[in-house]
Structures are given as C-alpha cells and as structure tokens.
C-alpha cells in the first residue's frame, strides 16, 4: 500500500488498493471439512431409528469422519456447520419419515416428514440444516426413522452428511 493511501488516523476505504505479496490473517481455513455419502444400500427397520451409514467421502481434510460420526479433532472446536439429507421410497400417505442429529449420544435435533400429500411408492425427503459449537473429541451422527410397514432402503444416491468449521 503506498504511503499517500494512509490518512491521518485512518484508512480511506473509498480508495483503491494493490497488494502485490500475500495477504495473511484474513478469512478462515474452514477445515476441518468433510463431505461423506453411501454406496451400497442401508436398511431402515421399521419402528426404531437407525444410524445413516457413510461408507465413502468426498473429502475429509481431518480425517475426522470414522465408524459413521464426525468427530471434533483436538485443539479444533469451534462453531461448525452441518448439513444432511436422507430419501426413502415405497412410503404410504399418512407416514413418518425422520432424522435425529445425536451429539456426543444425545439426541440435539429432530427432523420429520409425515408423508400425507405424496402418493404411494414416492420418495419422501428428510434435510437439516444446523450450527453448532463444539469442542475437542465432541462428535456428530445421523440417525433416521420410518413406520410404514417392514424393513426399507434409504435412497444411497440421495443420501449424504457434511460439515465444515467456520471458526473458533
């Protein structure tokens, strides 16, 4: 920054400024990151909830992602991010489909979808979204639920679990 850009006591913000070396300390590295899906087909039973299986990622900058949870590194807490999304064909109308987001294996979230205006032999959809501040070896997991008859798949191509920290 040229000298004649400072301003007593200031900096004017309506000036332009080249950098031309590297700037530091601004932004966040967003790590650790991790996006994870399934493959091969899950089984839901009916009545009871299940945890998500998740046995491919995307990415896992932390490798941090192990045994189905995401599990908070050490010196690494902070407020994270989280994101998942889970399908289930073959439902009838009037139908429950839900999600329970488990952190350190307690139940924080619950997310529900009761099938009354889908036709029979649709997908229903359950997603969250959801902040979070955790700490050094705190951890998240996935669990979903269904009551419609026997035992069902969860869609594999449209289920998936990400997070990200956003910052200390």
């Known amino acids: 920054m040229a000298i004649d850009k400072i301003q007593s006591e200031s900096i004017n913000l309506a000036d332009t400024f080249a950098f031309t070396g590297t700037v530091t300390g601004a932004g966040e590295s967003n790590t650790p990151a991790f996006a994870v899906y399934n493959t ?3 089984s839901i039973s009916t009545g009871s909830y299940t945890k998500l299986s998740f046995n491919s990622e995307f990415y896992d900058t932390d490798n941090a992602f ?10 690494q807490g902070g407020k994270y991010f989280f994101s998942f999304a889970s399908a289930i064909s073959n439902i009838a109308d009037g139908n429950e489909f839900s999600a329970l987001i488990y952190k ?8 529900k979808v009761q099938n009354y205006s ?25 669990f979903v639920y269904h009551n419609y008859g026997s035992s069902r798949d969860v869609r594999i191509e ?11």
């Open 104 to 111: 350190n294996n307690s139940n924080i979230d619950y997310s």
């Open 66 to 75: 192990a045994s189905n949870k995401f599990t908070v590194p050490s010196g």
């Open 40 to 42: 091969s087909s899950q």
């Open 118 to 142: 889908v036709e029979n032999n649709k997908s229903v959809w359950v997603n969250n979204t959801f902040p979070m501040l955790l700490s050094a070896s705190d951890y998240i997991e996935v």
């Open 158 to 168: 449209n289920t998936f679990f990400t997070g990200f920290k956003v910052s200390s």
